[in-house]
């Protein structure tokens, strides 16, 4: 009699043991989607509706349910982010769901390490959403996936049956870039001129902190002078509506430039429908390296233009 209750308490509902390493009906899955330098990743098993009537029958209306099978489905976030527009801070929760014909609950429980929602406890919550239920392409095993994916943001979606559950996740990743520049120009990155010249071109691009960034292209230029951080320092100075001094440094930089690195700025200067200034590179290019192949394939595009 003991030895068949123990074998009963090793099982599942269905059957498998938990003894061995074998194949499970719902099997586990994880989907990672990075969104800036932040990293959501959710770790969970795929039951099977295999032609079941799932919601309101299978998974009760109105109550907790594991949204997933097996083992707590997980959520991770590596940074702090925003759910719905809640705060939510970085680390790993138990995803819980309360399903509903017209509004669902999505949970984060601080307790990630259950089986299922049978011993959830909602002191243990660290943020309830309510969202909509939107209907969906039948699936017959659940998922999970990352939809409208942008720069700082991105819609975690479970779907299983005809319901598709979208919960979205904000990131501030402009914020969070900044902090994390700084502590890496904390330590060996500080002593070469290529961590500022990342540093001060992730601000440029993002049009942020442009007082940073050319204290950061300076940090650069002072520990190597080149043609990267000379033209990126014109470009700064040009954002910030200094023109003349940002011609100077422009100047300066191309001329400091290679053949090559001559060529790729007249072709970016095309792709900038600045057509004029790239053929005169193109020109000043041949003439200064004058057995260069970049040289030639220069005069080749300055001959196309004219026909």
């Given at each position: 009699?003991?030895?068949?209750?123990?074998?009963?308490?090793?099982?599942?509902?269905?059957?498998?043991t938990l003894m061995l390493d074998l194949p499970r009906a719902s099997q586990h899955a994880t989907v990672m989607q990075r969104i800036g330098i932040t990293d959501i990743t959710v770790n969970y098993h795929r039951p099977l509706a295999n032609g079941?009537?799932?919601?309101?029958?299978?998974?009760?209306?109105?109550?907790?349910?594991?949204?997933?099978?097996?083992?707590?489905?997980?959520?991770?976030?590596?940074?702090?982010?925003?759910?719905?527009?809640?705060?939510?801070?970085?680390?790993?929760?138990g995803l819980h769901m309360i399903p509903g014909e017209n509004q669902w609950t999505v949970i984060f429980s601080?307790?990630?390490?259950?089986?299922?929602?049978?011993?959830?406890?909602?002191?243990?919550?660290?943020?309830?959403?309510?969202?909509?239920?939107?209907?969906?392409?039948?699936?017959?095993?659940?998922?999970?996936?990352?939809?409208?994916?942008?720069?700082?943001?991105?819609?975690?979606t479970m779907r299983w049956d005809k319901v598709a559950v979208p919960f979205k996740v904000d990131v501030k990743v402009n914020d969070l870039v900044t902090a994390s520049i700084h502590r890496q120009l904390h330590g060996l990155n500080q002593y070469y001129w290529e961590g500022w010249d990342d540093a001060a071109g992730y601000f440029l691009a993002n049009k942020i902190n442009l007082d940073e960034a050319?204290?950061?292209?300076?940090?650069?230029?002072?520990?190597?002078?080149?043609?990267?951080?000379l033209l990126n320092k014109s470009k700064i100075l040009e954002a910030m509506g200094r023109k003349q001094d940002a011609e100077m440094f422009r100047a300066k930089a191309l001329d400091k430039a290679s053949d090559i690195q001559l060529y790729f700025y007249a072709r970016q200067l095309q792709g900038d429908k600045k057509q004029d200034e790239a053929l005169a590179i193109f020109r000043s290019t041949a003439k200064k390296f004058p057995n260069s192949w970049t040289s030639h394939m220069g005069m080749a595009r300055v001959y196309s233009a004219q026909g």
């Amino acid at each position: 009699v003991m030895l068949s209750a123990s074998f009963v308490s090793a099982q599942t509902a269905t059957g498998e043991t938990l003894m061995l390493d074998l194949p499970r009906a719902s099997q586990h899955a994880t989907v990672m989607q990075r969104i800036g330098i932040t990293d959501i990743t959710v770790n969970y098993h795929r039951p099977l509706a295999n032609g079941r009537q799932i919601w309101g029958k299978v998974v009760p209306y109105g109550q907790v349910w594991r949204a997933g099978a097996n083992e707590n489905t997980t959520i991770t976030f590596t940074d702090p982010v925003t759910i719905e527009g809640q705060p939510l801070d970085k680390g790993t929760y138990g995803l819980h769901m309360i399903p509903g014909e017209n509004q669902w609950t999505v949970i984060f429980s601080k307790n990630s390490k259950e089986w299922g929602s049978f011993s959830y406890k909602q002191e243990d919550d660290a943020l309830r959403v309510n969202v909509k239920p939107q209907p969906a392409e039948a699936s017959n095993a659940l998922a999970y996936d990352f939809d409208d994916v942008k720069p700082d943001s991105a819609v975690v979606t479970m779907r299983w049956d005809k319901v598709a559950v979208p919960f979205k996740v904000d990131v501030k990743v402009n914020d969070l870039v900044t902090a994390s520049i700084h502590r890496q120009l904390h330590g060996l990155n500080q002593y070469y001129w290529e961590g500022w010249d990342d540093a001060a071109g992730y601000f440029l691009a993002n049009k942020i902190n442009l007082d940073e960034a050319l204290k950061d292209e300076d940090q650069s230029i002072q520990s190597e002078e080149r043609y990267d951080n000379l033209l990126n320092k014109s470009k700064i100075l040009e954002a910030m509506g200094r023109k003349q001094d940002a011609e100077m440094f422009r100047a300066k930089a191309l001329d400091k430039a290679s053949d090559i690195q001559l060529y790729f700025y007249a072709r970016q200067l095309q792709g900038d429908k600045k057509q004029d200034e790239a053929l005169a590179i193109f020109r000043s290019t041949a003439k200064k390296f004058p057995n260069s192949w970049t040289s030639h394939m220069g005069m080749a595009r300055v001959y196309s233009a004219q026909g």
